[in-house]
């Protein structure tokens, strides 16, 4: 069964730092691109960065220059380096992965629970 596990939310001062880890676990062939959502209270889902195997990049206009995505494919795991935070950067963050099972086999994705991110002082 394949797992992705987030951790690193918490609560940080406007203008501070956050690093969010999210790690996929079980038996499977590869992973493709990796996505960071974020969903504030009353507000839909949005995307906020992604991250190909090969390492290419994009992210939200309201987070450039500001938020880094990054991956280990090694361990299965992809990064969201978080600075400069502001109070609207409060939300819920998701992690997102295009899971292949058989490299031979369209990917399918699978969502972490969600991890805390509060940006207030």
């Known amino acids: 069964q394949v797992q992705l596990m987030e951790s690193g939310g918490g609560l940080v001062q406007p203008g501070g730092s956050l690093r969010l880890s999210c790690a996929a676990s079980?038996?499977?062939?590869?992973?493709?691109?990796m996505r960071w959502y974020r969903q504030a209270p009353g507000k839909q889902r949005e995307l906020v960065a992604s991250i190909t195997r090969g390492g290419s990049t994009n992210y939200a206009d309201p987070v450039k220059g500001r938020f880094t995505c990054s991956r280990d494919n090694a361990e299965n795991t992809v990064y969201l380096q978080m600075s400069s935070l502001k109070p609207e950067d409060t939300a819920v963050y998701y992690c997102?992965?295009?899971?292949?099972?058989?490299?031979?086999?369209?990917?399918?994705?699978?969502w972490g629970q969600g991890t805390q991110v509060t940006v207030s002082s």
């Open positions: 079980g038996i499977f062939a590869s992973i493709d691109t």
């Open positions: 997102n992965a295009a899971i292949r099972m058989k490299l031979y086999r369209e990917p399918s994705d699978y």
